[in-house]
């Protein structure tokens, strides 16, 4: 008979994590997506069109981070939904973040001239806009809306990439103008926050699926 | 006595081939109906209406396919995928209808015909316009009908417009049915938008291998278009041929997700391959 405490099974340990788990995926294939391309150019720089795919895989990531397949049964969980959020985001963030830098170590090694700060500003506007979205989503009765904010999140980002000569102003970060672009991210940065609180305010107020 | 009990009548069977009709043109009404396939259209008709209302529709040549392959091609990849992971989410529904997997797929890959229809549309329209507001540039050299051989304009804009719109939605059918964990559609998208641009930067002729390429080169000065010229590195009508062999691959890939004929399908993909590969050779040649 044994005496020791009762070990927990690895599925339970590890479920905790499982909300990051998109999160360090869309990193780990912007770090070896950016390591081939870095390898590939041979000491040419990376691309600026490349660096803002580069970008999306970092920011989209933490569009999953709301996914809750029970929301049904965490609706009625006493903690209220921002509160919860909160937690699951903050973690998913950290993890986020941790993958940036190693993507800015890459840059900085090879690509001098891709302006960092404005980059960094736009990845967390980016994020920020992905919460905000799925916050929105989930909030009309999904509970998985990762899926859909990350694949739309993609295609507007492309689409302005390619589409920019259409558009009257200059949305995502070019080289040559990296700190006007910073005051214009960190309002929409401020902006997506805003809408993420307010569309996890109410508790227990979620629809019906 | 039940209404089960009743002998069929004569001629009432149902063949394979009715069924995925059937299905094909349910999946065509759902593909030409999601938000993001008349997203991809209205930014495509405002495009074009931009262009008439400047009279160039197309003013710097073959370059002008690049709009059209992305929002029809790359968007309809993401619809087709979630159109295909559809029925997974609704597995409980899925599984109890008359019909298998293997058909189902294969209804989904003809809705990819939609997208590809529109595709046809937008280069006759091209066409249409680039007659009536031919494109100019101060070196008088544009590629285009008129500059350069209309095999090589025809064939830059079948293989880069509507062969990319078939493609990228029967990519994203076989995506979705090995790959249909979450995320895979962005990273399917990311690597779809990645490749053609990494290969820009593949010496000639090798960038050919890539599934979607840049046929023209310019020259530009002070940010503005002085040439555009078709380079003579691969052939655009024999690389068209390469183009639809990876069509028709990604159509086995994705029917070959279910056990029923796979050994027919795995030579099938066998010949379609050994034809792919003839053909970048014609067009590298």
Known sequence: MSTGAPTRPLTDRIAPLRPAVPVAASAGAAIALLTAITL????????????????????AGPAYLLDDRAADVTVVAPRS???????????????????????VLLLRWRSPSVPLGALTWETLGLIWMGLAASAVVSRHGISEPGNQ????????????????????????????????????????????????????????????? | ????????????????????????????????????????????L????????????????????????????????VVAHRLTTSLRRTGDLADTAPVGAQRRTMALCLACLVPMALGILVILSMGIFGAVWPPTMPDRQVAWFGYESNLDVWGVLVGDVVLA??????????????????????????????????????????YAVSPWVI?????????????????????????????????????????????????????????????AVGFLLLATA
């Open chain 1, 40 to 59: 590939a150019r041979r000491g040419d720089e990376v691309p600026i069109f490349t660096t803002h795919l580069i970008v999306l895989l970092v920011a």
């Open chain 1, 81 to 103: 939904l921002l509160r919860r959020r909160a937690v699951i985001v903050g973690k998913g963030l950290l993890l986020a973040a941790a993958g940036w830098g190693v993507v």
């Open chain 1, 149 to 209: 904010v990350a694949s739309t999140l993609g295609l507007v980002v492309v689409g302005v990439l390619i589409g920019q000569h259409l558009l009257p102003v200059t949305v995502l970060v070019i080289t040559s103008d990296g700190p006007g672009r910073i005051g214009w991210w960190a309002t929409a940065t401020c902006s997506a926050i805003a809408i993420f609180v307010l569309a996890s305010r109410q508790r227990g107020h979620r629809h019906g699926r």
């Open chain 2, 1 to 44: 006595m039940t209404t089960l009990s009743l002998p069929r009548p004569a001629g009432a069977e149902v063949t394979p081939t009715q069924s995925v009709g059937a299905l094909a043109l349910a999946d065509a009404r759902r593909f030409a109906r999601h938000p993001l396939f008349l997203t991809s259209l209205a930014v495509v």
């Open chain 2, 46 to 77: 405002v495009a074009q209406g931009v262009g008439i209302a400047r009279q160039h529709v197309v003013d710097v040549g073959v370059e002008a396919t690049v709009l059209p392959a992305f929002f029809i091609g790359v968007f309809g990849f």
């Open chain 2, 165 to 206: 719109c078939l493609g990228g939605p029967l990519l994203g059918v076989a995506v979705a049915r090995w790959a249909p964990f979450r995320g895979s559609a962005l990273l399917g998208m990311v690597l779809l938008v990645t490749g053609p641009v990494m290969a820009q930067a593949v010496p000639a002729p090798w």
């Open chain 2, 215 to 275: 046929f023209n080169d310019e020259r530009v000065v002070g940010g503005k278009y002085q040439a555009s010229w078709i380079r003579d590195a691969v052939s655009p009508a024999w690389w068209c041929g390469y183009a639809a062999c990876l069509c028709a691959l990604a159509v086995v890939a994705a029917l070959m997700r279910e056990k029923a004929h796979r050994r027919q399908l795995a030579i099938a993909g066998g010949v379609i391959a050994a034809a």
